[in-house]
């Protein structure tokens, strides 16, 4: 019987395993990685400390501080499961069943699929949810990108300094998005803003050759080699299942990050804290750390 399961490592559950290991919890971490969406940022500009640091530098340190506490972290082991059966709480994955006191949910966001034919014959040939892993594969190529607000515009952002052309495609009369990213983009010679464009398909023989776009009842081939789906993310909430959530499936908390169940808590973007970023994910994970450790000592 664990004190506390943290389940994922990005900056809330990273964070939260800080903070539980400086209070000597008995605890263990479950994540299908380390680092969650802050690995997949290009550049970021708005973590306090730090004037400019990319999504993998910032990872590699949260990672490297984690890791000096010897946290005991299971990596792609992801739950499948969370229940409180009487006293305990039992989290539930492929690989066998935990028993915690306490849980901390920090399982974040993951990206929204475009649900068009091709999408899922062309993924990793050529059609990819990452422009920070994948972008670097298509140097000198066309390329799309899907979306108009913040995670489409960092992502173009990359694929400007890599590849030969960067199409977005924005479903809106205009980018959304923060501003300062937007010019950036629209400023750049090799970028071409397609607005009120959907896509309904993408083709291709073994690997992508193109989309379809529709656009005024018209529908268009576009050719591009690479597909960076960035339309948005749903919460992993999934396996929470008698946790209350709203209508975005983000799990409902406190200002103590309790949920509705006692002993379960929740931190970060898979919550219903309003704004998602890396410093609040952060706060909320210490945040919940320390409300696990306070509900420990007064249960006992
Ligand atoms: C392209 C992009 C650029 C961004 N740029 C910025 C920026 O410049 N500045 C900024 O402040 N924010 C930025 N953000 C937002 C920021 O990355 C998120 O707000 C932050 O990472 C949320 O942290 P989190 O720990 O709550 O969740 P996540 O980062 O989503 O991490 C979730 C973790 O949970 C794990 N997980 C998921 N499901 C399970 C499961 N069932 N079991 C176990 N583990 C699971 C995942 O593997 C992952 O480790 C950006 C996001 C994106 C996508």
Same mark, same amino acid.
């Given at each position: 019987?664990?004190?506390?399961?943290?389940?994922?490592?990005?900056?809330?559950?990273? *964070?939260?395993?800080?903070?539980?290991?400086?209070?000597?919890?008995?605890?263990?971490? #479950?994540?299908?990685?380390?680092?969650?969406? $802050?690995?997949?940022?290009?550049?970021?500009?708005?973590?306090?400390?730090?004037?400019?640091?990319?999504?993998?530098?910032?990872?590699?340190?949260?990672?490297?501080?984690?890791?000096?506490?010897?946290?005991?972290?299971?990596?792609?082991?992801?739950?499948?499961?969370?229940?409180? *059966?009487?006293?305990?709480?039992?989290?539930?994955?492929? !690989? /066998?069943?935990?028993?915690?006191?306490?849980?901390?949910?920090?399982? /974040?966001?993951?990206?929204?699929? %475009?649900?068009?034919?091709?999408?899922?014959?062309?993924?990793?040939?050529? %059609?990819?949810?990452?422009?920070?892993?994948?972008?670097? #594969?298509?140097?000198? !190529?066309?390329?799309?990108?899907?979306?108009?607000?913040?995670?489409? #515009?960092?992502?173009?952002?990359?694929?400007? !300094?890599?590849?030969?052309?960067?199409?977005?495609? @924005?479903?809106?009369?205009?980018?959304?998005?923060?501003?300062?990213?937007?010019?950036?983009?629209?400023?750049?010679?090799?970028?071409?803003?397609?607005?009120?464009?959907?896509?309904?398909?993408?083709?291709?023989?073994?690997?992508?050759?193109?989309?379809?776009?529709?656009?005024?009842?018209?529908?268009?081939? %576009?050719?591009?080699?690479?597909?960076?789906?960035?339309? /948005? #993310?749903?919460?992993?909430?999934?396996?929470?299942?008698?946790?209350? !959530?709203?209508?975005?499936?983000?799990?409902?908390?406190?200002?103590? @990050?309790? *949920?509705?169940?006692?002993?379960?808590?929740?931190?970060?973007?898979?919550?219903?804290?309003?704004?998602?970023?890396?410093?609040?994910?952060?706060?909320?994970?210490?945040?919940? $750390?320390?409300?696990?450790?306070?509900?420990?000592?007064?249960?006992?």
């Amino acid at each position: 019987m664990y004190d506390l399961i943290i389940i994922g490592a990005g900056p809330a559950g990273i *964070t939260a395993a800080v903070y539980a290991a400086r209070k000597r919890l008995q605890f263990l971490v #479950l994540t299908g990685d380390i680092g969650g969406q $802050a690995a997949w940022s290009g550049d970021i500009e708005n973590y306090t400390g730090y004037q400019f640091i990319t999504g993998p530098d910032l990872t590699a340190k949260f990672e490297e501080h984690m890791r000096k506490y010897n946290v005991p972290v299971k990596e792609r082991e992801e739950a499948l499961e969370v229940k409180k *059966t009487g006293g305990a709480i039992k989290v539930r994955t492929a !690989k /066998g069943e935990y028993e915690s006191k306490t849980v901390i949910i920090a399982s /974040g966001k993951v990206s929204k699929e %475009l649900g068009v034919p091709g999408e899922k014959e062309f993924k990793n040939k050529g %059609l990819t949810y990452c422009a920070t892993c994948d972008g670097p #594969l298509f140097g000198g !190529k066309a390329v799309a990108v899907i979306g108009g607000g913040n995670s489409a #515009l960092d992502a173009a952002l990359q694929l400007i !300094k890599i590849a030969r052309h960067v199409y977005m495609i @924005n479903i809106t009369p205009y980018l959304g998005g923060d501003a300062i990213m937007r010019q950036k983009v629209e400023s750049s010679e090799v970028v071409t803003v397609i607005n009120n464009a959907r896509v309904t398909a993408v083709v291709g023989d073994n690997m992508v050759s193109g989309i379809m776009i529709k656009r005024e009842e018209r529908i268009e081939p %576009l050719a591009v080699q690479g597909v960076f789906v960035e339309i /948005g #993310l749903k919460p992993n909430s999934g396996f929470a299942k008698d946790v209350e !959530k709203n209508e975005y499936d983000e799990i409902k908390v406190n200002c103590l @990050n309790q *949920t509705n169940v006692p002993g379960i808590f929740a931190a970060g973007d898979v919550t219903d804290v309003p704004e998602k970023q890396i410093v609040i994910a952060a706060g909320e994970g210490s945040k919940a $750390a320390l409300a696990a450790f306070k509900y420990l000592n007064s249960s006992q």
